[in-house]
């Protein structure tokens, strides 16, 4: 799993941290080898060295001194940029400068996919906090919204000042059709595995309504960031979730007539699980997937294809035009979208006749080996204590027909996998709610669970039950 650890600032207007987040940076920050900061002013290379120098000193004053500290600006080698960005213990997207500048120069030195790579903890001020989210408006420039670097879902207007009256008035243009956060000077997001922790006075603002942040605000972006914890483990995840059975598939291609001249649309596909039977119909296949390294993985498996389309967004944002699909699906990914929103919209989506076909996995590993399913219960009963509960469970797969949908039907298939204890673990590691388990809890559980299947032979079978949920719109 990676560890990044995001933190994003609106300034510091004395050009020192505050006492709450310097002892958070001291608590995440443990390796300070190196730290590069990103300017969002790339021609202005004086005040870049001055900048990059200053605010290191904040580091520095804090007793967090970092060995080396450069800046990379149009002055930097592409292929320096590159390394910096790769062996960087923190990297800090600089402010002062216009947004688009910054993102241009990411791209220009070729650090963007280094940047969704790297180990680093990566932190943003003003412009740069702006940029860290997957979309941004940058309203000194204009109000036309643009892709930021989508490190996070979360867009915020930065120095929020309620007696600056024409940024104020800026960010409530902005809340019309967007949740904003105004960060006042002072205030920091910091993210880490899905998990969100507030410092000073940050602002809600929707529909131009304003009011402080609440806890019931925290919680829900937490679940909004909790979906991007997968893209942590792109090649766990390709190896070890769970397909569909070829029966299931059979069903579902013939029942839908998917085939040649038929245009479906593949929910978060992760790295594919559910992707290839549809594909090799030779319909005209998209996807949407919000995980940047599902995405990147999509396209490696896939791209050559000429039926094979993906972009990298998220669904509930995402404006298809006026595209219409004869058929939308999702593998165990449709439970992560609001329900009105998952209905409604891939209702509008559908052409008439347009089939939704929703599909999960439900396993019993209890009747193979009733005794390690007592051990493997207690060990549950005991470490199992993730820092952001699934609650995603509740999705009402037969409400379809509330938004126009037909009657719901529902089919099961059956499979069957075995794993060895260090398969079974690294299966468990692929879970949402598992890879959140704090450490050194989670390391722990781990171990005591590859135990328990080591000590019963190396070996515990999953029954699978492969449920596919089939609705059309008239």
Request: glycine fraction near 6%.
């Amino acid at each position: 799993m990676r560890k990044e650890f995001l933190a994003v600032f609106s300034g510091f207007p004395d050009h020192h941290f505050s006492e709450e987040i310097t002892k958070r940076l001291r608590e995440e920050l443990t390796e300070r080898k190196s730290i590069v900061f990103i300017t969002a002013c790339p021609l202005d290379h004086a005040q870049n060295d001055d900048d990059c120098d200053g605010m290191h000193e904040m580091f520095v004053e804090q007793g967090l001194a970092f060995e080396k500290h450069c800046v990379i600006d149009k002055r930097t080698e592409a292929s320096e940029a590159k390394r910096l960005v790769e062996n960087a213990d923190c990297i800090f997207l600089m402010g002062g400068g216009v947004c688009e500048e910054q993102l241009d120069l990411i791209r220009e030195k070729d650090c963007y996919e280094a940047l969704l790579d790297c180990h680093a903890a990566i932190f943003g001020v003003s412009a740069g906090s702006m940029n860290m989210a997957r979309n941004t408006v940058d309203f000194f420039e204009s109000m036309e919204p643009f892709p930021g670097l989508g490190f996070t879902n979360i867009t915020v207007s930065c120095h929020h000042d309620p007696e600056d009256t024409w940024r104020y008035e800026q960010t409530l243009k902005m809340s019309e059709d967007r949740v904003v956060y105004a960060m006042e000077d002072m205030s920091a997001f910091f993210i880490k595995g899905g998990k969100i922790e507030i410092v000073g006075n940050i602002h809600r603002v929707e529909n131009r309504e304003l009011r402080l942040i609440a806890e019931d605000d925290i919680r829900e972006l937490e679940q909004d960031e909790f979906r991007r914890v997968f893209d942590t483990i792109p090649e766990q995840f390709d190896k070890f979730r769970p397909r569909y059975s070829e029966e299931l598939f059979s069903f579902l291609n013939e029942q839908a007539g998917i085939g040649p001249g038929k245009r479906v649309l593949e929910i978060g596909p992760g790295t594919g699980q559910a992707t290839e039977p549809v594909l090799r119909t030779g319909c005209e296949y998209h996807a949407i997937e919000l995980g940047e390294h599902l995405y990147r993985k999509m396209k490696e498996k896939y791209d050559k294809l000429p039926n094979f389309n993906i972009v990298n967004d998220d669904f509930i944002t995402h404006d298809f035009g006026d595209m219409k699909f004869d058929m939308i699906y999702s593998a165990a990914t449709i439970q992560w979208i609001p329900q009105d929103i998952a209905f409604a919209k891939t209702f509008e989506l559908l052409k008439p006749g347009g089939i939704l076909a929703m599909m999960l996995t439900s396993s019993e590993y209890r009747s193979d080996n009733e005794p390690l399913y007592e051990k493997i219960q207690a060990l549950y009963d005991k470490y199992y204590k993730p820092d952001i509960p699934y609650t995603h469970g509740k999705f009402n797969y037969t409400g379809a027909p509330e938004y126009g949908y037909s009657e719901v039907e529902r089919h099961e298939f059956k499979g069957q996998r075995v794993f060895t204890a260090e398969e079974y673990v690294s299966f468990n590691g692929t879970h949402c709610d598992h890879i959140v388990i704090p450490e050194p809890i989670r390391k722990e559980f781990f171990e005591k669970l590859k135990n328990a299947v080591l000590e019963a032979g190396d070996r515990v079978v999953f029954n699978d039950t492969y449920i596919l949920y089939l609705t059309k719109k008239p």
